[in-house]
C-alpha cells in the first residue's frame, strides 16, 4: 500500500464528510443569553478512500482536532452528513437535521407544559382532599407524572418527525442514528489520542485498559478476551509479560502503543490519529509512525492522521488536506502537495518547516507570515486567509472563495486558482 | 564542588564568554540517584550561537539550569565542575551575587510563556522589574526603554500594549515578550530554553527571524537549547549534542549535518522525515529507549541502541576526541573512516 499510492478513481470510498459545521455557542451576560459562535469548523467537505490515509494539518487552533472528533461523533455537530462504511453518523440531508431540532424543542416545551399541569393537579388534589396529603399518594403522583413526562417527550417528537418527515418527503432513516445505534456503530470507528499520559486510565492495568472495548461491545469469555489482550499486545509491540501492568510503568512511546492496541481491539476499519506522535521524542516517534503503518498494512485500516508535524505527514499520509481557521483550503495528493502547493497559506506553512539541512536555510526563499491567526469566533470578511496572505487581492476581502478542482484530485479554495 | 576549579584559569584574553568545565549534576531520589549531567564541558565564544539538541532526558535543560544555578537543591546537587562567566566562577559565588548576575548578565527565555509571565501583573510591570531593580533606572526612564524593548522585538503599538496582561497576548507575542524581558539589561549571554517549541510554525519562523536580526544588532552569545534539528540547522553556529547526561558531539553547524560522526547523531538525521527531496519508504528508527543513568557511568550510555558497538564500548566510557577540523569532537570509539573504507 505504500509503494503504490491507491488508486482514487476506482477506490471505494469508506469516510464520505459534507458540510460538516461545528460550531461552539457563545453565551453571554446575566441571562447566558446566545450571543455568537465559535465556528471552529465551518463547511468541510472530504472523502477518504478504503486503506488510505488522509494527512489533516494546520495550526493549533484551526479545527484539526474538532473536525476529528466530530467525524466520530464525539461531538455533536452543528450540521454535517457523515457517511463511515455506507451509514449515517449525521443528518443525512439539511432538512432533517432542521425539523429533528424543531421536533426536539417542540417535545421539550411539551413536555415543561404537562408536568406545570401535573404538578398544579397534584397539588389542588392534595389541598382538596386530604387523604390525597399522603406522602405515598404524593410520591406515586410524581412518579406517575414523570415517567408521563418522559413518555410525551418521546411521543411529540416522535409524532413530529414521522408527520413533518413525511411531508417533506424524507426518508427516517435520513435522520441522525440515536445515541444507541451509534454506540452500536463505535467498534468500526476508533481513535487514538494525543496524550498517551491522559487518555489512559492510571487505575486500570494494561490487560483492563485493551480488555475494556472488548468487554463492553463483546460477549467473549474471560479465557478468548484474555487470548485477543496478548494477540493485540503482540501486533503492537508490546511484551506480553507487561499485561499486569500500570500505565504509569511505560515509557511514552510504549503507552502510546498501549492506546493503540485498544483502538484496534474491535477490529476496527477506521482510525481518527488525533496527534498521536506529538508528545513523542523524535526517535521514539519514527517508531510509532512505522508502526502505524505495518499496522495498516496488515488489518486493511484507513486512517484519519492530523498532525501539526508537516514532515511525518509527507511521510504517512497518501492524501493531504490543508485546514486554516475552520475550513478546508487545500485538498490534494501528498506529492502534489508538497511538490507544488497550489494555495498561498500551504506555500507560507511549507516554507516555515525548519529543514534540517544548513544549506537549505541560506538558499530557500522564505515566506514570513505576518500577524497571528484571527479569532474563529469573529473571522474575516470574504476569505479567511485574506488579512495575512502575502497576495491578496481586492476580492479576496468580499467573497469567500469556493472549493474548486483545479486539476484532477487537487482541490484548492483560492481566488488565484479559479 | 572545586575539583577541576584548580586547574587552567587563564582569565585573561579569554575569547569565550562562558566555559564550563566538568559540570555533574545528580538528582537525589526515593529510588536513588540520577546522574542527570556527567562530566559535562563546553565553551561559549562572544557572539556565538550555540544549539543543545537531545532529546527530552538527555540531561539539555538540566546542564543549563544548574550553570545559573535555578535547579532546586535538593533534590538536585552540583557535585562537582566549575563555570567560569567573565572572572568569576559561578558554582563558588554567593546567592546575593548570583542574583546580580542572573538577569542582567545573563538572560533567560523559558519553553512555555505563558507560565513564566505572571498573570497578576501587566507586561510593563514585569519589564520594568529588571531594570529598575538591576539598572537602577527611575519609572520614567524604564517606561522608555520598554517601550524600545517592546519595539525592538516586534510588538506593535508598543505604548498602549505595555498596560496589557499577558492573557492578552497570543502565543507568539507572549514569546517576544519573554524575549524583551530577557533582552532588557543587554545581557552577554541568553539562554533560551526551547523557545519556540510551543509555538506554531508559521509563529515559530517569525521568532526565528527576529532572532537572527537581534544576534546582528545586539551580538550576544546565545545559548538555544531545542530537540528540532530543523531550527538548529537554521539559525546555529556550532551544535552540541547531548545524550544521556553527556555531550556526545560537538562540531560547527554545517559540519555537523554534512558529517554526523557519533553514530546517534548519524541515526537522529536519518530518523527525522523531510518535506523536500526524496520519501523514505520507511522511517529509519532507532530501536530501544533513552537510558536512565542511575551511577558514574562506565560504558558507553548509547551502548544498548547502537548498530556499531563493540567490546570497548561496554567497558568504558568514551571522552571526547577530535573527530574533525574545527573543533568537530564525538565521544565514540568506533572509527567512522575505519569502517567505511
Not at chain 1, 474538532?66 to 449525521?90: H, M, N, V
Not at chain 1, 498517551?196 to 486510565?201: E, F, G, V
Not at chain 1, 470578511?381 to 476580492?395: K, L, Q
Not at chain 2, 540531561?59 to 565542575?81: F, N, Y
Given at each position: ?18 458540510n460538516l459545521r461545528m460550531y461552539f455557542p457563545i453565551h453571554t451576560g446575566l441571562l447566558r443569553k446566545h450571543t455568537g459562535d465559535v465556528k471552529a469548523v465551518d ?20 479545527g484539526?482536532s474538532t473536525c476529528?472528533r466530530a467525524i466520530l461523533r464525539l461531538y455533536d455537530p452543528t450540521s454535517a452528513s457523515i457517511?463511515i462504511?455506507?451509514t449515517e453518523l449525521a443528518w443525512a440531508n439539511d432538512d432533517a437535521r432542521k425539523i429533528d431540532a424543531h421536533a426536539r424543542r417542540a417535545a421539550r416545551m411539551s413536555t415543561y407544559a404537562v408536568l406545570i399541569a401535573g404538578v398544579t393537579l397534584l397539588a389542588l388534589l392534595a389541598v382538596q382532599f386530604e387523604a390525597m396529603a399522603n406522602i405515598r399518594v404524593v410520591f406515586a403522583g410524581a412518579l406517575a407524572l414523570s415517567l408521563l413526562a418522559i413518555l410525551t417527550f418521546f411521543m411529540v417528537r416522535k409524532h413530529l418527525r414521522t408527520t413533518r418527515a413525511a411531508a417533506a418527503g424524507i426518508s427516517l432513516s435520513d435522520f441522525a442514528p440515536s445515541e444507541r445505534d451509534l454506540r452500536r456503530l463505535r467498534p468500526?470507528m476508533?481513535m ?6 491522559a487518555s489512559?486510565n492510571?487505575r486500570m ?7 475494556e472495548p472488548?468487554s463492553e461491545h463483546?460477549k ?156 474563529p469566533s469573529n ?40 | ?341
Amino acid at each position: 500500500m505504500l509503494d503504490a499510492t491507491p488508486n482514487i478513481q476506482t477506490g471505494r470510498k469508506l469516510v464520505e464528510v459534507r458540510n460538516l459545521r461545528m460550531y461552539f455557542p457563545i453565551h453571554t451576560g446575566l441571562l447566558r443569553k446566545h450571543t455568537g459562535d465559535v465556528k471552529a469548523v465551518d463547511g468541510v467537505n472530504f472523502d477518504i478512500y478504503e486503506g488510505e490515509t488522509l494527512g489533516l494539518v494546520g495550526e493549533s487552533g484551526c479545527g484539526k482536532s474538532t473536525c476529528g472528533r466530530a467525524i466520530l461523533r464525539l461531538y455533536d455537530p452543528t450540521s454535517a452528513s457523515i457517511k463511515i462504511d455506507g451509514t449515517e453518523l449525521a443528518w443525512a440531508n439539511d432538512d432533517a437535521r432542521k425539523i429533528d431540532a424543531h421536533a426536539r424543542r417542540a417535545a421539550r416545551m411539551s413536555t415543561y407544559a404537562v408536568l406545570i399541569a401535573g404538578v398544579t393537579l397534584l397539588a389542588l388534589l392534595a389541598v382538596q382532599f386530604e387523604a390525597m396529603a399522603n406522602i405515598r399518594v404524593v410520591f406515586a403522583g410524581a412518579l406517575a407524572l414523570s415517567l408521563l413526562a418522559i413518555l410525551t417527550f418521546f411521543m411529540v417528537r416522535k409524532h413530529l418527525r414521522t408527520t413533518r418527515a413525511a411531508a417533506a418527503g424524507i426518508s427516517l432513516s435520513d435522520f441522525a442514528p440515536s445515541e444507541r445505534d451509534l454506540r452500536r456503530l463505535r467498534p468500526t470507528m476508533q481513535m487514538v489520542f494525543q496524550d498517551p499520559q491522559a487518555s489512559l486510565n492510571p487505575r486500570m492495568t494494561v490487560a483492563g485498559i485493551i480488555g475494556e472495548p472488548l468487554s463492553e461491545h463483546t460477549k467473549l469469555n474471560s479465557t478468548k478476551r484474555n487470548e485477543r489482550i496478548y494477540e493485540l499486545m503482540d501486533a503492537v509491540g508490546l511484551n506480553r509479560d507487561f499485561a499486569n501492568r500500570y500505565p504509569h510503568e511505560f515509557s511514552g512511546g510504549q503507552r502510546q502503543r498501549i492506546g493503540i492496541a485498544r483502538a484496534l481491539a474491535l477490529n476496527p476499519k477506521f482510525i481518527v490519529c488525533d496527534e498521536p506522535i506529538a508528545a513523542l521524542d523524535v526517535s521514539i516517534q519514527a517508531q510509532v509512525v512505522n508502526l502505524l503503518e505495518d499496522l495498516q498494512e496488515k488489518f486493511g485500516l484507513t486512517y484519519l492522521f492530523i498532525s501539526h508535524d508537516l514532515s511525518m505527514v509527507r511521510h504517512i499520509a497518501d492524501r493531504v488536506a490543508v485546514m486554516y481557521l475552520g475550513k478546508i483550503v487545500e485538498l490534494a495528493p501528498r506529492d502534489d502537495l508538497f511538490a507544488d502547493p497550489l494555495h498561498p497559506y500551504t506555500k507560507a506553512l511549507l516554507s516555515a518547516v525548519p529543514e534540517p539541512d544548513p544549506a537549505s536555510h541560506d538558499t530557500a526563499e522564505r515566506v514570513i507570515l505576518q500577524g497571528d491567526v484571527p479569532s474563529p469566533s469573529n473571522p474575516p470578511e470574504g476569505c479567511n486567509f485574506c488579512t495575512r496572505c502575502p497576495s491578496v487581492m481586492d476580492i479576496c476581502r468580499l467573497e469567500d472563495p469556493e472549493m474548486n478542482e483545479v486539476r484532477p484530485g487537487r482541490f484548492v479554495a483560492c481566488h488565484l486558482h479559479t | 564542588m572545586p575539583d577541576g576549579a584548580d586547574t587552567a584559569m587563564p582569565a585573561e584574553a579569554d575569547p569565550y564568554v562562558l566555559n564550563v568545565k566538568d559540570l555533574k549534576t545528580v538528582f537525589r531520589t526515593r529510588r536513588g540517584e540520577v546522574h542527570a549531567v556527567n562530566n559535562v564541558s563546553f565553551k561559549l565564544k562572544a557572539g556565538e550561537l550555540l544549539g543543545v539538541v537531545g532529546e527530552s532526558g538527555s540531561g539539555k535543560s538540566v546542564t543549563m539550569m544548574s550553570l545559573i544555578r535555578l535547579l532546586p537543591m535538593p533534590p538536585a546537587e552540583i557535585r562537582s565542575g566549575s563555570v567560569e562567566f567573565g572572572d568569576v566562577d559561578l558554582m563558588q559565588i554567593s546567592e546575593a551575587q548570583m542574583r546580580a548576575i542572573r538577569g542582567p548578565r545573563i538572560g533567560m527565555v523559558f519553553q512555555d510563556p505563558m507560565t513564566s509571565l505572571n498573570p497578576v501583573f501587566n507586561v510593563g510591570f514585569q519589564l520594568m522589574e529588571p531594570l529598575r531593580k538591576h539598572m537602577g533606572m527611575s519609572k520614567s526612564a524604564a517606561r522608555a526603554r520598554s517601550i524600545e524593548l517592546l519595539e525592538l522585538v516586534g510588538i506593535p503599538d508598543a505604548a498602549r500594549r505595555l498596560k496589557d496582561y499577558p492573557h492578552q497576548f497570543s502565543g507568539g507575542m507572549r514569546q517576544r515578550v519573554m524575549i524583551a524581558i530577557a533582552l532588557a539589561c543587554d545581557p552577554e549571554v541568553l539562554i533560551a530554553d526551547e523557545p519556540t517549541t510551543a509555538l506554531d510554525v508559521t509563529i515559530q519562523a517569525q521568532i526565528l527571524e527576529l532572532v537572527k536580526e537581534l544576534r546582528q544588532k545586539l551580538g550576544m552569545a546565545i545559548v538555544w537549547i531545542t530537540h528540532d534539528l530543523g531550527v538548529i540547522a537554521g539559525i546555529a553556529d556550532r551544535v552540541m549534542v547531548m545524550y544521556g547526561g553527556q555531550v556526545v558531539e560537538e562540531a560547527p553547524v554545517r559540519e555537523l549535518f554534512s558529517n554526523p560522526s557519533h553514530p546517534y547523531t548519524r541515526m537522529l538525521l536519518e530518523t527525522i522525515p523531510s518535506i523536500s527531496g526524496d520519501r523514505a519508504e520507511r522511517l529509519q528508527v532507532i530501536q530501544g529507549q533513552p537510558p536512565m543513568i542511575s551511577r558514574d557511568p562506565d560504558s558507553c550510555a548509547f551502548l544498548d541502541r547502537c548498530p556499531h558497538a563493540f567490546d570497548r564500548c561496554g567497558r568504558e566510557n568514551p571522552l571526547l576526541r577530535s573527530v574533525g577540523a574545527d573543533g568537530h569532537n564525538a565521544a565514540c570509539f568506533w572509527d567512522r573512516v575505519d569502517a567505511n573504507a
